[in-house]
């Protein structure tokens, strides 16, 4: 157990939620002790977030939280910074990530592993922080969101984090350590958490001269896995887009259409780089998810009174096609061969007549050629949100760093044995 092998580590645990398993009980120092303590030393600082209030004219603090909004403000105005990222995508990059400096990156790997060690591994998002002292270490978390509130966890670690550092005397050689699974949000109903940090850590820095490292594992960009921008990109869109030059010539295709609403020259853009860059993947995607609903319309193929007569003919076609999704990545047309090969290479059951057998194998063929048609567009889908949202956290950083390099780090964490190329650290 870590607090017994470190001894200049203590834990701080409030409960939320659930109970962090252990640490409560362990507490060395028990977060209620200190904001009492806090509440009673109290004397300045009243409104935290007028970081020059408290600063007694030190002319450093205006100015950077001036600059600071300013540099940042695109990034208060989603529909703005969606466009900037999107105008970015086109431009693909084999590795968009932005990673802490080797010494940052070290102490996350070390607080991961305490942390892991006490609680356990955890994939969903969560949040916990540390702050470093000279003479101790404390940690606190791992918060989890609570979404019914609207709560996140970077939430609770701004105020835990501003409670403890309220709480003490502050010591400029102060480090504060915020990890989240998931890179801090960049949208949601009310602030969101990056612009939240990147604002705290300057007043930490300006009230008292504390540093700040934001560590994360994944790149959630505006809102993760709930970005809706591609949500319209089917597969007669990656189509038209794919069979059309430039975006003036693509609207007018998709205008011919009946099924087409034109996307934006971004949007499109984007689209027709991710074309030219990545290969189709792999079908055994589908497996194991919903790959038989795609079949269904081939039981109606047969008459009530063929039903009855061949009862598993249709069932027995669709499983034994289970084996093609399992077979190794290919591109689209090479799949769409797989599917019409299979379906006129197939045995049926002597009893089943020529005329029956005909119609089963175009209609396999045509539920074949849907499924990979929609898996393809769900990939295109996915692709273009991973490479978005990784895009977005990267511009994001790139402009915060300008004017909060002094005190503020934010990256990605780099776990030992990943790929050290083509990746850009923060200096
Ligand atoms: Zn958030």
């Not at 120092?29 to 977030?49: A, W």
């Not at 350590?177 to 939240?196: E, I």
């Not at 996915?382 to 978005?388: A, I, S, V």
Request: charged fraction near 25%; charge should be negative.
């Amino acid at each position: 157990m870590f607090l017994s092998r470190l001894s200049r580590k203590h834990s701080l645990f409030h409960g939320h939620e659930k109970e962090p398993p252990l640490y409560t009980k362990k507490c060395l120092v028990s977060l209620k002790t200190l904001l009492d303590r806090y509440q009673s030393d109290r004397t300045n600082c009243v409104h935290p977030f007028i970081p020059e209030s408290c600063v007694n004219g030190d002319t450093k603090s205006p100015t950077d939280t001036k600059s600071l909004l300013e540099q940042l403000s695109c990034w208060a105005d989603t529909q703005t910074s969606v466009q900037k990222v999107l105008e970015h995508l086109k431009f693909r990059q084999a590795n968009a990530d932005i990673f802490l400096n080797d010494s940052i990156n070290r102490k996350f790997l070390e607080f991961h592993r305490d942390i892991t060690e006490e609680c356990g591994a955890e994939d969903k998002q969560h949040s916990w922080a540390v702050i470093e002292k000279q003479e101790e270490i404390v940690m606190y978390g791992p918060y989890y969101p609570n979404y019914i509130k609207g709560e996140h966890s970077e939430d609770i670690i701004i105020k835990q984090t501003q409670e403890l550092l309220e709480s003490d005397v502050v010591s400029e050689d102060w480090k504060v350590y915020v990890f989240t699974m998931n890179s801090p949000c960049l949208a949601r109903n009310t602030a969101p958490c990056m612009l939240n940090l990147v604002q705290k850590a300057q007043e930490w820095w300006s009230v008292h001269g504390v540093r700040t490292h934001i560590g994360y594992v994944k790149c959630w960009g505006f809102k993760g896995t709930k970005e809706n921008l591609f949500r319209n990109i089917n597969h007669s869109q990656v189509d038209c887009i794919a069979q059309t030059e430039d975006h003036e010539s693509y609207v007018k295709a998709a205008e011919k259409s009946t099924d087409l609403n034109p996307l934006c020259e971004n949007l499109f853009s984007s689209v027709k780089h991710l074309l030219r860059s990545v290969s189709f993947p792999s079908m055994n995607l589908v497996q194991g998810q919903d790959w038989k609903s795609y079949f269904k319309s081939m039981h109606g193929v047969l008459s009530e009174d063929e039903k009855t007569i061949f009862p598993q003919v249709v069932n027995t076609m669709i499983e034994a096609s289970q084996g093609l999704l399992s077979e190794k990545s290919e591109s689209f047309e090479e799949c769409l061969e797989k599917g019409r090969a299979f379906a006129s290479d197939y045995t049926f059951s002597p009893q089943v007549s020529d005329a029956i057998q005909d119609q089963m194998r175009l209609a396999f063929q045509q539920c074949w050629k849907q499924m990979a048609q929609d898996k393809s567009a769900e990939f295109i889908r996915e692709k273009l949100t991973e490479d978005f949202n990784q895009r977005t956290v990267q511009l994001f950083i790139k402009d915060a760093v300008k004017c909060t390099k002094q005190y503020l780090q934010i990256g990605r964490i780099r776990f030992s044995g990943e790929d050290l190329q083509a990746t850009q650290v923060v200096r």
